[in-house]
């Protein structure tokens, strides 16, 4: 069946950095958008960034700070975290979609997360 699995998740001071990984198996890789969304206790899961083939979209408070990339030989999602803030703690999961977006009805795969956590 389709899995996506998360690792790279942790725990980092202000202004430090991370790399999410995510593993996707069971899918044609090459023909789904994949994104990052994170969410914390008591807020709606929000996406981070998405790319696809040839584009790449990022929510405003992540753009300059956060890249999101593929391997498509590898088979894997990829979220280079740089200055990182508190307001970056959060759960974060990978998933792919059919779209271009960065609202989650747009995608119909889930990892199951990672958690970071920024002081």
């Known amino acids: 069946q389709v899995q996506l699995v998360e690792s790279g998740g942790g725990s980092a001071q202000a202004g430090g950095s991370l790399r999410l990984s995510c593993a996707i198996s069971?899918?044609?890789?090459?023909?789904?958008?994949m994104g990052w969304f994170r969410q914390v206790p008591g807020k709606e899961r929000e996406g981070v960034a998405s790319t696809g083939g040839a584009y790449t979209l990022y929510i405003s408070s992540v753009k300059g700070r956060f890249t999101i990339s593929r391997d498509n030989d590898k088979k894997t999602l990829y979220l280079q975290m740089n200055s990182l803030k508190p307001e970056d703690t959060a759960m974060y999961y990978c998933?792919?979609?059919?779209?271009?977006?960065?609202?989650?009805?747009?995608?119909?795969?889930w990892g199951q997360g990672t958690q970071v956590t920024v002081s």
């Open positions: 069971g899918i044609g890789y090459d023909g789904y958008c």
């Open positions: 998933a792919a979609g059919r779209r271009r977006s960065l609202a989650q009805d747009g995608y119909n795969y």
